[in-house]
């Protein structure tokens, strides 16, 4: 059974920054590409960042370029994003997902409809 766990997810001030974590478990990690999404109330959700499998690849947001930073840790079987100069406009609810996808691909291979596993969401809440 496959496991997206999202944690980090908390109240912030403008300005500040916070550590968000993806947990994986029942995949084979290393054959996923992974990506964040977030969805603030009454919108959409959106594409946040991806990161290729092998990690050679990180794709952003234009929101989000420059403040945030997309990791892995394959061994570890985790994803993290470093969010930092955070703006209330960050205020959302914050998805993990995953897409078996092993060849370095572009932005639009990150899609809401083209991931295979989502996790449940962690809240963000930044503060002005």
């Known amino acids: 059974q496959v496991q997206l766990v999202e944690s980090g997810g908390e109240l912030v001030q403008a300005g500040g920054s916070l550590r968000l974590s993806c947990a994986a478990s029942?995949?084979?990690?290393?054959?996923?590409?992974m990506g964040w999404f977030r969805q603030a109330p009454g919108k959409e959700r959106e594409f946040v960042a991806g990161?290729?499998?092998?990690?050679?690849?990180?794709l952003y947001a234009d929101s989000v370029k420059g403040r945030f930073t997309i990791t892995r840790d394959n061994a570890k079987n985790t994803m993290s994003l470093q969010m930092g100069s955070m703006e209330p406009e960050d205020t959302a609810v914050y998805y993990c997902?995953?897409?078996?996808?092993?060849?370095?691909?572009?932005?639009?291979?990150?899609?809401?409809?083209?991931?295979?596993?989502w996790g449940k969401g962690t809240l963000v809440t930044v503060s002005s």
């Open positions: 997902a995953a897409r078996k996808l092993q060849v370095e691909a572009g932005r639009h291979y990150y899609t809401e409809y083209g991931m295979d596993y």
């Open positions: 990161i290729s499998a092998s990690s050679r690849t990180r």
């Open positions: 029942g995949v084979t990690f290393s054959w996923y590409a």
